[in-house]
């Protein structure tokens, strides 16, 4: 099994300009969440899905969207990048809401 | 004030010693418990869920306190390898999936 896949792992883009991180996950996870993690803020839910066609934002869901049109695979869209927007992303996904996220390996984002 | 909040440390322990941790929360219709290791510049991994009961993975034991509202995670016979950031981390009531993360502990353990 990959798990969680991530793709880009790095990427540096201009302020303005929009791309689409991806997560694709081989589990059969109904759950799959986007995190972002800045230096002591911990990590922050972006935004959620609970199965294909549903989705819901989390704490910091500006500049962002998603869709869920499979199982498999989640990926978040920034519309405008902005530097506020240079952290690290995380995609996860757990078979049962309580039950432990499996982690993608990170995508590292810089907005110049 | 944060939803999760937990001493960001270090902590620095030579190896074989005892070390514990302890995270509070603030909502008190959290439902579910986690204890999660990040490593340097690595995604975060389950390490353990945290029961009512307590629970116990060989080093490792986890403790809830629901009435005061703290998490805490017991590390015995330190490793090196157990040099990481640990995340403690709380889903509230819904069971939407939604988990709110704390900054995280981090232990380096030295020979």
């Known amino acids: 099994n990959a798990g969680v896949t991530q793709t880009p792992k790095f990427q540096v883009l201009k302020t303005g300009q929009s791309m689409t991180l991806q997560c694709a996950q081989d589990?059969?996870?109904?759950?799959m969440s986007w995190y972002r993690q800045d230096p002591g803020m911990g990590l922050r839910l972006i935004h959620y899905s609970v199965g294909a066609g549903i989705t819901d934002q989390g704490e910091v869901p500006n500049g962002y969207n998603v869709s869920r049109s499979t199982t498999e695979d989640f990926p978040l869209r920034l519309l405008s990048a902005a530097p506020s927007q240079t952290s690290v992303y995380f995609c996860a996904s757990s078979y049962a809401a309580g039950g432990g996220y499996t982690f993608g390996s990170g995508t590292r984002l810089t907005v110049v | 004030r944060k939803e999760v909040e937990q001493d960001p440390g270090p902590f620095n322990v030579p190896e074989g010693a005892t070390v514990a941790f302890n995270c509070t929360y603030s909502n008190s219709a959290s439902q579910s418990f986690f204890w999660y290791r990040q490593d340097c510049r690595k995604e975060p991994k389950l390490l353990m869920s945290?029961?009512?009961s307590g629970n116990e993975d060989g080093r490792f034991t986890a403790q809830l306190n629901r009435a005061s509202q703290y998490i805490s995670l017991l590390i015995r016979d330190s490793k090196l390898s157990d040099s990481a950031t640990y995340l403690c981390v709380v889903m509230r009531v819904g069971n939407t999936g939604k988990l709110i993360f704390g900054q995280g502990t981090t232990l380096q353990v030295k020979p």
């Open positions: 945290v029961y009512s």
């Open positions: 589990m059969n996870h109904e759950y």
